[in-house]
Structures are given as C-alpha cells and as structure tokens.
C-alpha cells in the first residue's frame, strides 16, 4: 500500500515537473521565442514578452505552492536560474548556487552522480530521478532529484529543470518499517531470551543440513538436550532466577560447538544442536564438552546451582531421514536418558534394548495432544451403602491413529519422568472437568477422580491451573478427587505436602491411589489433608483366595475408618469380593465386576441401563 502511495506521489510530481519544463521551454526574449501550448490562454493581441512575462510570473506562483525546489541547469550540472521563490527552502544559499556547478556548489560525490544522471537524459531522453544525501548543519538529509530535458533547448544551449524534494522523513519511514520488519523476522524466529534460534528455524536448518548431507554423502548428528529438576529453579528461586540459568547454559553450549554447528532453544528448558558432517563420534566428543562445561555451578542469587542435562543422540542417516523423524527420535532419546535419571542415550541403541515402541511413542506424544488423541474413559465407583454410582476415575486412554487404543501403561510411567506429564495432566483435568460439567447439566452430578503423578505433585503451579479449570468448566471442588500414590509424596515431603495443603484448602478431596504397594509411612495418613485411601488391585482381586491378602484389606479398611478417611476397594473382579468388601466395611468399589473404564457415551447408556437393578 506504501509503495502504491508513493507511486502516485511520484507521478503526480512527474506531472508537476513536465509542465515545468515545457512551460520553462519559454526562451529568452531574444531568441525564437514561443510559449508553450500548456501556456495558452494569453490573448492574441499581446505582444511576445508581455505573454512570455504573465506566463512566467504564472509558473512563479505555481512553483511558490510547491515545497519541491525547481533549478534549471545546463548540460555541466551548472545552476543557470532557481524558479523556487522561497529561499528557506534551499539548503545552500541562493548566492551560492547560481553560475556554479552541482560539484562545485555540493561537491564531488554529488556532482558525478548528478553528471550520471544528465548523461542518462541525454541518452534516453527521459526523465531520470536519483536519490542522494546532503550534510547540512541540522545533520544529514536526504533529497530525490528528478533531472528533465527542457522540451526545444538544444545542441550547447541544452538546458534541464531539476526537481529536487527531500525525502528524509519518507526515508526515515522506510528505516523504521524496515527495522520493524527485521524485528518482527528475528521474533519470529529466535528466542527472545537466550537470542538462540527458536524451533521453527532450528527445524529449518536441520532441513537444510539434511539435504546437504544427503547430496554430499555426509553423516549428521542431532543432541537434544533437556536441563535435569530445572522446575525445581524456578519453583524454588523464582522465573527471574531460571532465566539467568537458561542464557548461562545458552552462552556455554554456544563455547563447546564448532563454528557452523547450530544451538537452538526449543522451549522450557530444552535445547537442540545440530552437528553437521558430524560422525557418532564425534558427537560424542561434543557431548562430553556439554557435560564439562554444566558441571561448573552456575550462581544465581548467589547460590551455586548444579544444572544436569539429560542428552539424548540421534544420527542421519541411521536414525531417519528426514528432520521430522531425526528430532523426534532424537527426543525420544532424551526421555531414555532421563527416564535412566539423567545421563547420555543414543536412539540407536535403544532400538537394541526391548523398548523401542515405548520410547518412539513418548516421542510422538506431545503432537498426540495437540491432535487431541488421548481419549478418557471413566471407570464407576459403587457405593456400597446405596447401591448407587456417585463417582467415577478418569483413565487416560490414547487413540493412536495406527496402533489402536494403547493403554495408559504403555506411556504413562516413562511420561512421568519428563516434562510432558505437566500438558497430560492438564489435558486430562480439563477434558474429565468438561465431562464432570455435562453430567452436572443432567442432573446426575458425579464426582470425578483424576491421577496425578509425582511430578505433578511438586508443581507449584498445580493448584492455580486446577482452581482456574475448575472456574473455566464451572465445577464446584468437591466434585474433584485427586489420585495421588504414596511414592510420589515420600518422593518429596516438603514440596508435596505444599501443594496438597493448597490443594485442600481449595477444597479438593485427595486420595491415595495404589495403597499398599509404596513405602507407606504411617505419618503421612494423618499428617497429610487425605480424605480418600484406595487399596490396590492386587490385594483386592484375590483376597478371598489369600489370606494375607484378606489381612491386608481388612487392616486397611479398619485404619482408614478409623481415621476417618473414605475407603475404596479398586480391582474388584467377582460377586464375593465385592460381597466380603462390604462386610468388612469398604465405603466404595471398582473394578471389572461393576464395570469397566468405558467412554462417557457408554458410561451413561450403561447407568441409564442399570438405573433400575438394586444389584449391580
Ligand atoms: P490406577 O489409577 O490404579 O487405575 C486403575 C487401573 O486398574 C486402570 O487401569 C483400570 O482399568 C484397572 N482396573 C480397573 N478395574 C480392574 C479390575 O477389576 N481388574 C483389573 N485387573 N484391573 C482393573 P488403566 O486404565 O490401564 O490405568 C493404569 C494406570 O495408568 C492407572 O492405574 C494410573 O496409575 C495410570 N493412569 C491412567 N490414567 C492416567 C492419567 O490420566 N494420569 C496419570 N498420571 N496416570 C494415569
Ligand atoms: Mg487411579
Ligand atoms: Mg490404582
């Protein structure tokens, strides 16, 4: 839109100065004097120099309106009359200009480029513009000068009008956007804190390499990196604090890699590089500089903090060959190496080991949740005391577009280890809540219980982002149950007991998942804001055929009563499990025998079916 503007801007100045140098095609009294036909209009019965002064003092007036300065000048550049009527307008002084030439009134640089431009008029015949910059005591100023032939000057007499504006403030425009634009690319693909390339150009670059290696033969490498208990920074000295550390570790890779080597950062506290014509082994060597150089402590707020990454490797053209799959096996690897607490993983030995699919589905799982694959499925809980279905657990399931439905087992215990449980988790509340709200719009509120995991338990931010979900799907608190598992809260007592105290006091209920089968500490039960014990299915399933594992329910039920809390038995297969639970006092069961996890659809068509039946 800016350059059509000018455009017409500059056609109409066109416009302004042909008539110019037609009009000024006028000559001296003396001469084959004639006015232009633009000038017409003077009456028949004047004489030639009384038109010719009328026509002039008209041209003076338009040229007074005009803020453009008009010059005549001979072949040499030389200034032979200056049509603008006001002097504060010309930047050298009139005196100065007239009988001189451009080069010698504005110097030589200028001079030559004005004698180009002429030459080219006298070539072509046309109107030529040039843009040049002056210094004048206010500082520099630009001017376009546009250099016409005066239409029947000729031969030695050959006389040009020069039209010159200044376009400093249009320059500075320009500048301006142009900067703008350049800000806008470099935020597009940079990351503005460590001023390290973002995902999108690093995913651009290992395209690029890729093709390289691919024409020249060559082998390439991809380290993707991820910093170890880096949330632990953040929650505990603050984002200010994490941030430092982000731009030290951005500042140290970029001192052990190689000139042509690519660092990136790709979000949270993970960082890529791209090691072309780069062999396993020499990765290798550039892995063990990254460790060298993170094992220096970084001091922030005066305190020396370790930071550990967790790398992972993955190899063109062994490991994939195009860049999607380079990085995604890459990252696979970082979860290897950090699911083995921390260290170094190469993709390709992985495939060597038994898991390969497990890790390679890690790897596609963050698209998985953008594409919204993972599906909940909502398995009942019976109240035993009314027969009646008040609650269900949300289990997460994944509907891999070539694999199927892959259970949460499959990728749940090796997500936990990575940042990826924070979006699953988030994901899963907010779609169980969204449910949770429907079967309230029904009628048939339901209480609705998700699981967490150990790291989840140590996120600050947890009880904010489950208050704000709570607020977005309007659900009251109560309706929410948080499973929780003993291991996760010995794991870390301090920082876990936090975030359940704030939990609770927003009033969501807490539940221990899978009791029995962590190192329980008995304090816990009573220190913790607990309202909820599960025990586990595999004292419950068998427990009529086992005696120890009757003991252990029966205990269980007894101290959870005791104490209190509610009591659920899950893994309940069979009528007489579910018939000894109730004798022995179990508040509520799950398992098989009443139903299995089934999609919301299901689940209602299922209580709809069994509304009437007293036995379930
Ligand atoms: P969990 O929380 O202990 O869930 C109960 C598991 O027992 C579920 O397995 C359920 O399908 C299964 N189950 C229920 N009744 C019976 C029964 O009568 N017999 C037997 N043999 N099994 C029964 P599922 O759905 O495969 O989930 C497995 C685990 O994955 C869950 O164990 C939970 O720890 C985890 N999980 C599932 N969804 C999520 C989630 O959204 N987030 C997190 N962090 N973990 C999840
Ligand atoms: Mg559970
Ligand atoms: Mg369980």
Redo the contacts with the bound molecule.
């Keep these: 839109m800016r350059a059509d503007t000018n455009n017409v801007d500059l056609q109409q100045r066109t416009a302004q100065g042909d008539a110019l140098a037609e009009a000024s095609s006028v000559e001296g009294p003396s001469g084959t004097a004639r006015v232009s036909s633009r000038g017409a209009g003077a009456p028949e019965h004047r004489g030639p120099s009384e038109a010719l002064r009328e026509s002039e003092a008209r041209l003076q007036a338009l040229l007074s309106s005009l803020d453009d300065l008009v010059f005549e000048l001979d072949e040499n550049g030389t200034y032979l009359k200056i049509w603008t009527a006001n002097d504060a307008l010309l930047v050298v002084p009139r005196d100065e200009l007239l009988g001189k030439t451009h080069r010698e009134a504005l110097g030589e640089e200028i001079g030559n480029s004005l004698a180009k431009v002429i030459g080219r008029v006298l070539e072509t015949d046309r109107p030529q513009l040039w843009q040049y910059c002056l210094d004048v005591p206010a500082g520099s100023r630009w001017f376009q000068g546009r250099v016409a032939p005066i239409a029947g000057s000729r031969g030695a007499s050959r006389r040009f009008c020069l039209l010159v504006r200044d376009i400093t403030e249009q320059k500075a425009a320009e500048k301006a956007r142009d900067q703008a634009e350049e800000q806008l690319r470099h935020q597009a693909l940079y990351d503005g804190l460590t001023g390290l390339p973002n995902r999108m150009l690093f995913h651009d670059r290992v395209k690029h390499a890729l093709n390289v290696a691919a024409r020249d033969n060559e082998e390439l490498t991809i380290l993707m990196l991820d910093l170890d208990r880096f949330k632990d920074i953040n929650d505990t000295l603050g984002h200010a604090a994490g941030d430092d550390v982000l731009r030290e570790v951005a500042w140290r890779l970029s001192k052990v890699t190689r000139k042509g080597d690519s660092i990136a950062r790709l979000g949270g506290d993970e960082f890529s590089i791209l090691l072309p014509r780069a062999s396993e082994k020499d990765a290798a060597m550039v892995v063990s500089r990254v460790s060298s150089c993170l094992e220096e402590p970084i001091i922030v707020q005066d305190l020396p903090l370790r930071v550990d990454a967790s790398i992972g490797l993955a190899a063109f053209p062994r490991d994939g060959a195009d860049a999607e799959l380079l990085l995604q096996h890459a990252d696979v690897a970082m979860y290897a190496a950090k699911a083995a607490n921390g260290g170094f993983a190469i993709y390709e030995r992985l495939a060597d080991s038994h898991t390969p699919d497990r890790l390679a589905l890690i790897g596609e799982l963050r698209g998985a949740l953008e594409r919204e694959e993972l599906v909940l499925?909502y398995?009942p809980q019976l109240t035993l005391s009314t027969g009646s279905i008040m609650a269900v657990?949300?289990?997460?399931r994944w509907r891999h577009p070539q694999r199927g439905l892959i259970?949460?087992?499959e990728f749940?215990p090796l997500v936990?280890e990575t940042g990826l449980?924070k979006p699953?988790?988030h994901y899963?509340l907010d779609r169980a809540l969204r449910q949770c709200r429907c079967w309230m719009d029904s009628g048939r509120p339901m209480k609705v219980a998700?699981?967490?995991?150990m790291r989840n338990l140590i996120d600050a931010d947890l009880p904010g982002d489950i208050a704000d979900l709570l607020k977005l799907n309007g659900v009251s608190e109560d309706l929410l149950v948080l499973?929780i598992t003993e291991s996760a809260v010995i794991s870390d007592p301090l920082r876990t007991e936090a975030v359940l105290a704030r939990l609770a006091r927003m009033g969501v209920r807490i539940s221990v998942?899978?009791f029995g089968t962590g190192y329980s500490s008995l304090t816990y039960l009573t220190r913790l804001p607990i309202d909820e014990i599960k025990i586990d299915?595999s004292f419950v399933?068998n427990m009529n055929t086992s005696a120890d594992k009757e003991v252990v329910v029966r205990s269980t039920i007894d101290l959870a009563r005791n104490l209190g809390k509610q009591v659920v038995a899950?893994?309940?297969?069979t009528a007489g499990v579910l018939q000894r639970l109730e004798e022995l006092g179990c508040h509520l069961v799950?398992?098989?025998?009443v139903s299995?996890?089934l999609p919301a659809a299901e689940l209602d068509a299922w209580l709809a079916e069994s509304a009437g039946l007293s036995t379930i």
């Design positions: 499925y398995q657990e949300a289990l997460v259970t949460p087992d749940i936990q449980i699953l988790t899963v998700v699981n967490l995991a499973e998942d899978d299915r399933t899950e893994g309940v297969e799950q398992g098989y025998f299995k996890p």
